[in-house]
């Protein structure tokens, strides 16, 4: 067998684990959940949950790859037993899914650029602007150049293609954001938009604790790759003296602190044009803040600055994301990187065929796609993880995080039992509301 790859640098593991992370959960899906959950209420969760639950799983994942120096598929199946041995395939399934219609909005992303270049954001008319945009050949034409961007890097293997691809990309990202947020701050309506999103209303959170817990806690595994094989697939390319923990640490503070800086390009453009309700879900960032940029002076430049930092932010994610299912096959069947980079991207471009084809205007197949993959089988990893090693497998997580430090002392035994107790209870309540919704939703679109 061939000498597995590894990363060049500890810089190249750390900015491709937030290349993976920052991504459309922080640009794309991050600002509409704000919107949709009660603006700073829902951050106030989302940062608690990241804190308490985000970053103790990504230490399970980057334990369990470091470990086996093994896709997810093969990690479990060598260091689990029984129905354990079979949890690698919900991250492979979940993130071959969310790929497949991860391109697709990317590549309405690429069209919105053009758009923005045009000066032709719709004043008025921006959902039938985005209608015209998410259906037909167009789209599927949008999503087949996206994912042959994401065949072409991961085609050139972990130090020539992701690693190099990352460290030109994540600091591009953190830039441009920076440069937008410095420029969204001088707008008019900066000063009620910051009241908005970074006041809380604890009454808020109380009383709808139910809806915002469940979407706060999706969107952190979400924007932080996890419960999709990502992290377990990176960690696998690393060295044994790297501290996991301190690793992780700062992944997480960069992959949170881009999501905020997005927020607070988002919602002072919204609030300079007057666009204070926004129920546009995941068309958000598409119709009211294109509407919005219409109305700004330099909105068209400026619009299709901020449509090219999520487009460059969605192809670091992407092509982690495609790493998982690749090294898969690698591994497991000992195919070349080529073709099974090839064949599988061709594969995930039919699956996302029809999430881009859609002309209904209600983003059927991309409803039914995220509400699977992102609200059920990303929690559904994470907490089978958390079972796994707080549970079965905690010798092994314990041996890991203690690599690279000098003394772990009682910090091992606090994860175990923040896994143990509060992660996964938490976790099986979201994914029992969860499920409740996305079932609610397929009855509501199929009957």
Do not use: C
């Amino acid at each position: 067998m061939a000498q597995r790859e590894s990363w060049a640098t500890r810089t190249g593991f750390i900015l491709a684990a937030v290349g993976s992370a920052v991504g459309l959960g922080n640009i794309w899906r991050f600002p509409y959940q704000v919107g949709e959950y009660g603006g700073a209420a829902f951050l106030v969760v989302y940062l608690l949950l990241i804190a308490f639950v985000g970053f103790p799983v990504m230490l399970v994942e980057f334990s369990i790859g470091r470990y086996t120096e093994r896709n997810p598929v093969g990690a479990l199946k060598q260091i689990g037993k029984g129905i354990s041995s079979k949890i690698g395939w919900v991250f492979v399934v979940a993130g071959f899914v969310i790929l497949s219609y991860y391109s697709v909005v990317a590549g309405w992303i690429l069209q919105y650029i053009v758009i923005g270049l045009q000066g032709n954001y719709a004043a008025s008319g921006a959902a039938t602007q985005f209608g015209a945009t998410t259906g037909g050949l167009p789209s599927v034409l949008t999503h087949a150049i996206f994912m042959a961007a994401v065949i072409g890097i991961v085609a050139l293997g972990i130090q020539d293609g992701i690693e190099l691809s990352v460290k030109l990309m994540v600091p591009a990202i953190i830039a441009l954001l920076v440069g937008l947020a410095v420029y969204a701050g001088t707008l008019s309506g900066a000063g009620d938009a910051y009241a908005y999103y970074l006041s809380p209303d604890l009454g808020a959170i109380a009383s709808n604790w139910t809806e915002i817990l469940p979407a706060a806690a999706a969107q952190a595994f979400f924007t932080l790759s996890l419960g999709m094989g990502v992290m377990i697939t990176y960690a696998s390319y690393l060295g044994e003296d790297r501290n996991l923990a301190k690793d992780g640490a700062i992944i997480v503070g960069l992959d949170t602190l881009i999501a905020f800086i997005a927020g607070l390009v988002a919602f002072p453009v919204l609030f300079t044009a007057n666009l204070t309700e926004t129920t546009d879900g995941p068309g958000f960032i598409f119709v009211s803040l294109s509407e919005a940029f219409s109305s700004i002076p330099f909105g068209g430049i400026l619009g299709a600055v901020f449509f090219a930092t999520v487009a460059i932010a969605a192809l670091s994610s992407a092509i982690s994301i495609m790493e998982v299912v690749v090294s898969y096959l690698i591994d497991e069947h000992g195919i070349a990187r080529v073709p099974a980079v090839t064949a599988l991207g061709i594969a995930i471009f039919l699956v996302g065929v029809p999430v881009a084809y859609d002309q209904s205007g209600s983003l059927v197949w991309l409803t039914v796609y995220d509400g699977l993959a992102n609200q059920i089988l990303l929690i559904l990893g994470g907490l089978l993880l958390a079972i796994f090693v707080g549970w079965v497998q905690t010798d092994l997580g314990l041996e890991e995080l203690s690599k690279g430090f000098r003394n772990l002392g009682s910090w091992g035994m606090v994860w175990i039992w923040t896994l143990r107790i509060p992660v996964i209870v938490l976790l099986l309540v979201v994914l029992w509301y969860n499920a409740s919704n996305v079932y609610e939703s397929l009855v509501g679109i199929f009957g």
